[in-house]
């Protein structure tokens, strides 16, 4: 596969962050040298932090989608997960460079200029960083194969869990840029209309602790992929249900499905009714595989066959819950 090629399967949602964050962070940087806001400094730092990460992550998940190789016979899906970490330090040197400069400013507050141009810049800001949050939460509905009908927002929070961790990246970070662009034009408002010139600062320092939360949640979310977690439970019981809908299927015996990127692994041993010979039995082996394996988001399957043992083993994750309750 070709460079262009691959970079093509790259995560959508990171590749127009990533474009649309490096244009926010050259108009933001010409609007703080010009008017001396340490809001809108702020905001730039952040967008120029999102566009560093989102373009890493955008690269690091094209190369997750390399075909596995004889030295890395499972492939490359975790690869995203250490470029998004790559990206958490980005955002954690720019958190704090963004702090600092909210603290000098709660100390020493000055007086910006140039209130029309921030004002422009800022709106610009909240309408392109509203339109990627809203691609990134469209992209966390389609990968999370929500059915919701509701609002897109509160899907996008009750499925992020189960997105690929660039989109999830890109959620939260355009979430706290948007976040971060409405606060910055409350703090120059109330600069320039009420002369509460320590707005300025108090906002500065508010939009870096915002990008604190996003290094340690998306830190967290990353640190998790690259261990390897269970599947969310309602992927298990899909799956769960998708071996016990055969026939010849008459109990799980063991299920685990480890999720990866924005695949999952599944590993598994099955019950088959008795009587059966070697040949049938392989036959429903194989049948069972290649249905799991129509699934996109299976990567790939290791099923073992035993005999019905009059025993039923297997419950579903809602019920293990209630049980431990």
């Not at 059915?147 to 660039?166: L, Y």
């Not at 069972?288 to 043992?309: P, Q």
Request: glycine content about 8%.
């Amino acid at each position: 596969m070709g460079f262009i090629q691959l970079m093509k399967k790259g995560n959508t949602s990171s590749g127009i962050a990533a474009l649309g964050n490096t244009g926010l962070a050259v108009l933001k940087g010409i609007a703080a040298s010009l008017s001396g806001s340490g809001t809108m400094f702020a905001s730039a730092m952040h967008s120029l932090a999102d566009a560093v990460n989102q373009g890493f992550v955008y690269f690091g998940s094209a190369l997750a989608e390399m075909k596995p190789s004889k030295r890395f016979p499972t492939g490359f899906g975790r690869v995203v997960n250490i470029f998004c970490m790559i990206a958490v330090i980005v955002v954690t040197i720019m958190a704090y460079e963004t702090i600092m400069k909210g603290w000098k400013l709660l100390q020493h507050p000055e007086e910006s200029s140039d209130f029309w141009l921030n004002f422009f810049v800022l709106m610009a800001a909240v309408v392109v960083d509203g339109f990627i949050l809203v691609k990134a939460m469209k992209e966390i509905k389609k990968e999370a194969k929500a059915e919701s009908a509701g609002n897109i927002f509160t899907t996008a929070f009750k499925n992020v869990a189960k997105a690929s961790p660039p989109t999830r990246l890109v959620f939260y970070e355009d979430l706290v840029a948007t976040s971060g662009a409405i606060l910055a034009l409350i703090g120059i408002i109330l600069a320039q209309f009420f002369g509460i010139l320590s707005a300025d600062g108090i906002f500065t320092t508010l939009i870096g602790l915002l990008m604190i939360f996003v290094a340690f949640r998306v830190g967290y979310d990353n640190m998790v992929g690259l261990i390897g977690v269970a599947a969310p439970a309602d992927v298990e019981k899909r799956l769960a249900d998708i071996l016990l809908s055969d026939t010849d299927v008459v109990d799980i015996y063991r299920l685990r499905v480890i999720q990866e990127g924005r695949v999952y692994h599944v590993e598994g041993i099955v019950e088959l009714t008795k009587g059966l010979s070697l040949a049938e039995a392989d036959d429903i082996k194989f049948r069972l595989m290649d249905r799991l394996l129509r699934e996109s988001d299976v990567a790939d399957v290791t099923l073992g066959i035993i005999e019905d043992d009059g025993k039923t083993r297997w419950t579903y994750p809602a019920d293990r819950e209630a049980k431990n309750v």
